[in-house]
């Protein structure tokens, strides 16, 4: 139990960058420019995380069928996931666009991803998960931020927006339980097919709903390029970094 609490622990430098962008965004009230810039470097940190981060540990380690098959539930998923929010968004009368929460659930599939490497990671050895948990905190300060922001521009009421804030913890709790207790004794191919499901809800989301959202406040298309490509190539030098440290 002691080291499970041990990974609850580590597990929380993720969503730790995600709380520090959102009180960031509390701080000050940021120009629509702004908050769209935010959204693209998240995109791009997100994008950057499968491409750099998931896509080769999966292919390298997973049979090529069971790999795509688990790529599309994770997409097919994320359609039934943008339906729930919209329904629940409906029922229970929620300010923010359908837009804005795809957003949130973009990001909260990335801190799911970043919990289950966390758990697994620290089944291995606590350093290891110590060194993937402190590797995401700087990277997750822009979706924390851009989130919060656009809630912030919709309208959403400041005690909610806290509420959101905090609870960026719950996915990556969820994620480095799992990791944890129900992938650390398994084989790495199906420790693997849990993370390309994973892939397939946060490129889904990513794509359909954080760049569009983003594009919605109208950036000069050279501030969200370079926002984009920004966040991108921050996530490389950090990935080479995490590479060098291990």
Excluded: C
């Amino acid at each position: 139990m002691t080291d499970y609490l041990v990974v609850l622990a580590i597990a929380l430098l993720p969503a730790g960058g995600n709380v520090i962008g959102s009180l960031i965004a509390e701080s000050a009230r940021a120009p629509g420019w702004v908050v769209g810039a935010s959204l693209h470097a998240a995109a791009g940190v997100a994008i950057a995380v499968v491409s750099i981060d998931l896509m080769p540990r999966i292919i390298d380690g997973t049979p090529i069928g069971l790999a795509v098959l688990a790529f599309l539930a994770g997409a097919a998923f994320s359609v039934l996931l943008a339906k729930g929010v919209g329904l629940l968004r409906t029922r229970l009368r929620l300010r923010g666009s359908a837009g804005a929460w795809m957003v949130y659930m973009s990001i909260a599939a990335d801190l799911l991803s970043d919990g289950l490497m966390t758990g697994v990671g620290s089944s291995v050895s606590s350093a290891l998960g110590l060194l993937l948990g402190a590797s995401q905190v700087v990277a997750n300060i822009p979706g924390g931020f851009a989130s919060v922001a656009n809630f912030r521009d919709e309208g959403v009421h400041r005690k909610k927006r806290l509420l959101i804030a905090a609870s960026f913890a719950l996915p990556v709790f969820l994620g480095a339980s799992i990791g944890f207790w129900l992938l650390r004794g398994v084989g790495g191919e199906i420790q693997n097919a849990a993370l390309a499901f994973v892939v397939g809800v946060l490129l889904l989301a990513t794509v359909e709903d954080t760049l569009p959202q983003g594009d919605e406040p109208a950036p000069p298309r050279l501030i969200s390029t370079i926002s984009f490509a920004g966040g991108f190539a921050f996530f490389m030098l950090l990935a080479s970094w995490l590479d060098a440290g291990s």
